[in-house]
């Protein structure tokens, strides 16, 4: 049974910072291209950041300098590192697995205050 658990969403101040995680199991989670997309209140779910099998990484223009994608084959765990997080990135927050198949977490919320 495939499973993308996340954790680490919260509430934070703008300028703070917060650690995405996010739990895989089920598939063969080091041939997966994996990412974080976002999705705010009345807007459309958003690429934020990607990560090759091999590492290449790829990041939308408006967290680029601010958040960093990585991932641990050896734990079968993708992270988000953020940094100087404003209100506008509020959102839910979802893993995303793309191989053979696709797969999506449940979600986790980040909400920023000014």
């Known amino acids: 049974q495939v499973q993308l658990v996340e954790s680490g969403g919260g509430s934070v101040q703008a300028g703070g910072s917060l650690r995405l995680s996010c739990a895989a199991s089920?598939?063969?989670?080091?041939?997966?291209?994996m990412a974080w997309y976002r999705q705010a209140p009345g807007k459309q779910r958003e690429l934020v950041a990607g990560i090759s099998s091999g590492g290449s990484t790829n990041s939308a223009d408006s967290v680029k300098g601010r958040f960093t994608i990585s991932r641990d084959n050896a734990k079968n765990t993708l992270y988000l590192q953020m940094n100087s997080l404003t209100p506008e990135d509020t959102a839910v927050y979802y893993c995303?697995?793309?191989?053979?198949?696709?797969?999506w977490g449940q979600g986790t919320q980040v909400t920023v205050s000014s």
């Open positions: 089920g598939f063969t989670f080091s041939s997966y291209y």
């Open positions: 995303n697995a793309r191989g053979l198949r696709t797969y």
